[in-house]
Nanobody, 123 residues
């Protein structure tokens, strides 16, 4: 079975950093694109970043570009999301998702979703 396990969330002060992890299993990691999404209370889910495991191409939403860095450790079947200079508006549940694709593009549809990890940024 395909499984995605997101972790690494927490409570942090504004300006701080977190590294989220998405551990994947049950599929051939190199054939998939992994995306990170977030959903704040009362807001729509937002795609923030993705990475293609096959070619390393990445995407960042404008709202996070320059502060978020996505990376992949193929040996561990894990994708990381480094979040720096955290802002209160980054507070949300962060989810990782997977889709069989060689590409990483804005607006892609994902087939598999993990449970979320809560990120809370205090001002």
């Amino acid at each position: 079975d395909v499984q995605l396990q997101a972790s690494g969330g927490g409570l942090v002060q504004a300006g701080g950093s977190l590294r989220l992890s998405c551990a994947a299993s049950g599929f051939t990691f190199d054939d998939y694109t992994i995306g990170w999404f977030r959903q704040a209370p009362g807001k729509e889910r937002e795609g923030v970043s993705c990475i293609s495991s096959s070619n390393g191409s990445t995407y960042y939403a404008d709202s996070v570009r320059g502060r978020f860095l996505i990376s992949s450790d193929d040996a561990k079947n894990t994708v990381y999301l480094q979040i720096d200079s955290l802002k209160p508006e980054d507070t949300a549940v962060y989810y990782c998702a997977a889709v069989s694709s060689w590409y990483c593009l804005e607006g892609m549809e994902y087939d598999y979703w993990g449970q979320g990890t809560q990120v809370t940024v205090s001002s």
